[in-house]
């Protein structure tokens, strides 16, 4: 008997030493108060042991006094496991702190009671018994099994808490560890007083230990798996249905069920509609049905267009017997919705619907290269000054010009046509050349500006066509091309339509080519001022305007003509202008300084000069900084360059005017000037244009005109110059109309300034 007593307990103590380190390996807070009861239970069990088979009182006496101290520290241990385990005794801090001071000191008078047997000693050892008298006057030894006694109570109705309010799948555990317990605390209160040496309370107790370790960290029971799954499967949002391996449908959750009964005309569980739909898919896939396939389907019903993400998964045993079929379905038609949202807005211009550039370049490569053997056109539009639209009516009325071409483009668009707005007001069209391509641009252009009539602003549309011979150039070249046709009939209000040609390229090589030479020659100062001379009839200099000419390192001295179109289109002319009045107010200054203070020079402002420069404080900068007289910098004006915002441009030249600056109307007559011209502008100096004078030099009407004009311009304190002057008889006539100043070649072409000076000795 003593021998199996001490098998068994030998087996307890190495299986809680083992217990011992498998949860010293775990993670986290459980695993470690885990692991201070089981190891508080293999050091009480290796102690009990020694109490128990080693002979000797003082150390049975020993060993006693320790196995009780112990106790009160595995007290403490469960107390904490129950905490971390259960979630109970969170709140009671005090507790705790209370039962380590008593366990701390119980401890030390359980040992010292080795040697004072104030609590108990023992006495009468035989082979079967042990005789252990306790001192029943001693209060350390009633707390002792107060504090122990009530402490087991207190973790046995943890558990039974625990029991009566969890769900029914994990209270196994939390019973078989009261039960245990209970049984345990009762052996113990059966044995005190009991001197034989076989206490089963504590072996128990022992498995207790054990059996927490297994409950904690191994076991998982199948039912709680089995209704774990069998929860998690009817709360996902993916239908399932299961077939066995006869083609029967073993189970279908609650959303497969609600998928299929949307989608047809059933309802409810539809276990035998699932059999028939799986003999028809086994049947589809018989040849190329593998043991897993996901694919997606498209379900057209009364509600609507719906898709649906599939996948099966066929399931097999160890000896690859076929078990069961199951499919998962995920109805993903939200995402698709979504996903094509964004591909449309990726691929679309928000504001008109039409295609975006990106994605207008890409359907054109498709479109040619799926059709090599058909012509088509390239189409690009811009709308003249589109932001006088936005400054003149508002954002909203240029959004809505833009939307209504794109409405137009949608409206006219035939089967294999593309339309795209490619940027700000610019929309491009692929068309096939066969199609009535500039028909159809005329009758857009004609309802857009039939629909935007303003008497302060005409909607003016232009278009490049470019028929292209070379479908694998890049479509952005081709835009390009088109776009360079535009441009050739920007400033055309009678012309709606270019066509690309080889001489436009050229041409647009050459533009690229001044652009880009033109910083670098203002930097080396390769633009030159030539002065045209502005005289008397008898040919006495008053002053000049400044033309300017570019002084080419490679191509020799350039005219005008060749830069200032491209410069303006480019939006680069403001640089020019102002290089140029710096030149002007530098030469004036240095004729000051020389005495020559009866020369005036001309300079010319032009519309960008007034949106990208400080036109005052430029002037009034220079004329401080060379020191010259502002009355001879005067100041060249067209009527275009003030229409633009009238009322803010006249400020400015009132404030010049103010200042001593004398402003000058430019090409009067050439283009729409009127007599409200001169009315709205207070101007000092009237220049009538060459061409005005060349078609009415012979026409009566036209001469009558002319000297009204001259006229009129005296009684409003106007001088007069009239330029572009190249007979005697012109000099005559413009003479006896009053006119008493010339600029023209009849005098003098426009000459560099050391000719200029030489002429009129200026030293």
């Known amino acids: 008997m003593k021998i199996a007593y001490g098998i068994l307990v030998a087996v307890e103590i190495f299986l809680l030493g083992a217990c011992s380190v498998l949860a010293f390996r775990k993670k986290g807070i459980l695993a470690k108060t885990t692991f201070a009861y089981e190891l508080g239970s293999f050091i009480c069990g290796i102690v009990f042991a020694i109490y128990t088979f080693v002979p000797g009182n003082m150390i049975k006496t020993l060993c006693a006094g320790l196995t009780y101290a112990i106790f009160d520290w595995l007290i403490i241990a469960l107390m904490y496991y129950t905490q971390y385990y259960t979630g109970l005794f969170k709140g009671v801090r005090f507790v705790k702190i209370a039962m380590f001071v008593y366990s701390a000191f119980d401890t030390v008078m359980m040992i010292s009671n080795t040697w004072t047997h104030n609590m108990f000693y023992i006495d009468n050892i035989s082979a079967d018994a042990i005789n252990v008298v306790f001192n029943q006057a001693s209060l350390v030894y009633k707390a002792h099994f107060i504090y122990n006694y009530i402490g087991i109570i207190v973790v046995m109705l943890a558990y039974l808490t625990m029991i009566v309010e969890s769900s029914r799948f994990y209270r196994f555990r939390y019973e078989m560890i009261l039960l245990v317990l209970i049984a345990a605390f009762t052996l113990d209160i059966i044995t005190i007083g009991n001197n034989s040496i076989y206490d089963l309370s504590m072996p128990v107790f022992g498995f207790m230990a054990m059996l927490i370790y297994y409950l904690t960290f191994q076991y998982v029971p199948n039912e709680v798996i089995e209704n774990m799954l069998s929860l998690i499967i009817k709360d996902m949002n993916s239908g399932i249905v299961c077939f066995d391996n006869r083609g029967r449908c073993i189970y279908s959750n609650d959303v497969a069920d609600v998928m299929y009964a949307s989608d047809s005309s059933h309802s409810g569980k539809a276990h035998g509609d699932f059999e028939a739909e799986y003999r028809k898919w086994i049947e589809k896939h018989k040849d190329t049905r593998k043991d897993y396939m996901k694919y997606d389907i498209p379900v057209n019903s009364a509600s609507g267009s719906r898709y649906y993400e599939i996948e099966y998964k066929r399931i097999l045993d160890e000896k690859n017997n076929h078990i ?7 109805d993903i038609s939200d995402a698709i919705a979504t996903l094509e949202s964004e591909k449309y807005k990726a691929s679309h211009d928000s504001l008109t619907g039409l295609l975006n550039r990106d994605q207008f370049y890409e359907e054109t490569r498709k479109m040619l290269r799926s059709n090599p053997d058909r012509k088509y056109s390239m189409i690009c539009s811009n709308i003249r000054d589109f932001k006088f639209v936005n400054e003149l009516f508002g954002i909203e009325k240029g959004n809505s010009v833009l939307i ?3 409405e137009l483009m949608k409206a006219y668009q035939r089967e294999g046509d593309l339309c795209a707005r490619i940027q700000n007001d610019r929309f491009a069209m692929l068309v096939p050349s066969d199609h009535k391509i500039e028909e159809h641009i005329m009758s857009c252009v004609r309802l857009m500006q039939e629909e935007f009539k303003s008497s302060s602003f005409k909607l003016h549309i232009f278009a490049g066509v470019y028929e292209i011979d070379d479908i694998d150039e890049p479509v952005s070249i081709m835009c390009d091309k088109a776009n360079i046709a535009s441009e050739t009939i920007k400033n055309s209000y009678q012309k709606y339509v270019a066509y690309y040609n080889n001489e436009l390229l050229e041409r647009s090589i050459e533009e690229r080519r001044i652009i880009g030479e033109f910083e670098k020659a203002i930097d080396n100062n390769e633009f030159v001022m030539f002065l045209q001379p502005q005289v008397d009839y008898k040919g006495k200099a008053y002053g000049a305007e400044a033309l300017v000419r570019w002084q080419h390192p490679d191509r020799g001295l350039l005219s005008p003509a060749v ?18 009045w710096e030149k002007a107010a530098e030469k004036l200054g240095e004729w000051k300084r020389k005495g020559y203070t009866q020369y005036h020079i001309s300079v010319n402002i032009s519309t ?11 002037f009034t900068g220079l004329a401080d900084k060379y020191n010259i007289n502002p009355d001879k910098l005067k100041l060249e004006i067209t009527e275009t360059a003030l229409m633009s915002d009238f009322e803010k441009n006249m400020e400015i030249i009132r404030r010049l005017q103010k200042y001593g ?8 007559g050439s283009g729409y000037s009127s007599l409200n011209m001169l009315k709205d502008i ?7 244009d060459m061409g005005f004078l060349r078609a009415s030099e012979n026409e009566l009407k036209g001469r009558d005109i002319l000297e009204s004009i001259i006229s009129l311009a005296g009684k409003l304190g106007m001088e007069v110059i009239t330029e572009g002057v190249e007979k005697e008889s012109q000099v005559h006539m413009l003479k006896d109309m009053g006119c008493n ?23």
Do not use: W
């Open 682 to 688: 207070s101007a000092d100096v009237l220049k009538i």
């Open 661 to 668: 600056f004398k402003i000058e109307i430019d090409d009067f």
């Open 741 to 763: 100043m010339f600029q023209g070649y009849f005098f003098s072409k426009p000459v560099q300034v050391k000719e200029f000076e030489s002429r009129y000795n200026i030293r």
């Open 563 to 580: 830069f200032i179109d491209v410069l303006e289109k480019a939006g680069l002319i403001y640089k020019l202008d102002r290089y140029m």
């Open 324 to 330: 069961c079929d199951y499919f998962i379905v995920n």
């Open 608 to 618: 960008k000069d007034f949106y990208l420069v400080d036109v005052y404080e430029t």
């Open 404 to 406: 209504r071409q794109g």
